[in-house]
């Protein structure tokens, strides 16, 4: 199981919108997927069809505490081969009470590192908080990779340079040294103006190697899909914003030499 957090200290990016996204991608392409909700707005929960609500005490709230296991809070989604550990606004509190603890930042590491031995899944993704708290830190300390989306805009810039320097730290401090970067994901991309493309352009300038080939679009759809609890995949599949994440869906697959499954839907399969 190759773990892979979703993340971007700054908030309104598209992180839970890739998230949730990429994760229906990859299990519609025949990859077994968890994705783990670390955010306590529990976005990536509700993006899926899951009332956090309902999800109360089946955060990985108490799995961070040690009071169960990280398989007593797997559920199902709607969606074949995809599962999710939900969240919801108590896990607030678990940073609180997990900063009290020493070695902290080792807990969600070891939890992963016991789940990868029983070979579940073929992919964990993990929805960070947008902020540098220990949710977060968590989340790239027990990461194998890290996918940052960037939002074609200067702010974001600045944003890259910020988290690019906190996985540096997370390396250097020796609590995850192999820690990479799986790739960076332009989000909220407007052909139509000369700004996204200066953006993308910059980005490719400096990290050729990390840059995706696909981006996704600004689009309507994308933004409305979540309010439905439903992946663009299902809100609107023959749109733009469906083809640009399963062809960065495709893209990951490649990256990690692994072959993507033809989809099956309207009852025949397509490339």
């Not at 108590?90 to 020493?102: D, P, S």
């Not at 340079?161 to 820690?179: A, F, T, W, Y």
């Not at 400096?206 to 600004?218: A, D, G, K, Q």
Request: charged letters at 25%; glycine letters at 8%; one cysteine or more.
């Amino acid at each position: 199981m190759k773990v892979v957090a979703i993340a971007n200290q700054k908030g309104g990016v598209g992180k839970t919108t890739t998230a949730v996204n990429l994760s229906s991608a990859l299990a519609r392409r025949g990859q077994r997927t968890l994705l783990i909700d670390l955010d306590p707005q529990a976005n990536a929960t509700s993006g899926l069809g899951v009332d956090p609500d309902d999800a109360t005490d089946g955060s990985i709230y108490d799995v961070l505490l040690g009071a169960t296991t990280l398989d007593s809070k797997i559920q199902p989604t709607q969606h074949e081969g995809l599962s999710i550990i939900p969240a919801e606004m108590n896990l607030a509190g678990v940073e609180i009470e997990l900063a009290r603890m020493e070695d902290h930042l080792l807990i969600l590491q070891d939890i992963l590192r016991k789940a990868k031995k029983r070979a579940k899944f073929d992919f964990c993704i993990l929805d960070t908080p947008p902020s540098l708290g220990v949710l977060m830190t968590s989340a790239l300390s027990a990461a194998d990779e890290v996918l940052v989306p960037l939002q074609c805009e200067w702010f974001g810039l600045e944003g890259l340079s910020k988290i690019l320097h906190v996985i540096e730290q997370i390396r250097d401090s020796g609590v995850n040294p192999r820690l990479k970067i799986e790739g960076i994901l332009m989000t909220m991309y407007d052909g139509r103006t000369n700004l996204s493309r200066k953006v993308v352009q910059e980005v490719k300038n400096y990290f050729p190697e990390w840059l995706y080939r696909s981006v996704i679009p600004r689009t309507i759809r994308l933004g409305e899909a979540p309010s439905h609890g439903k992946t663009i995949f299902e809100w609107d599949p023959n749109g733009t914003g469906s083809e640009a994440y399963d062809a960065a869906a495709k893209e990951f697959l490649r990256r990690h030499k692994l072959k993507a499954l033809p989809v099956r839907a309207a009852g025949k399969l397509s490339g």
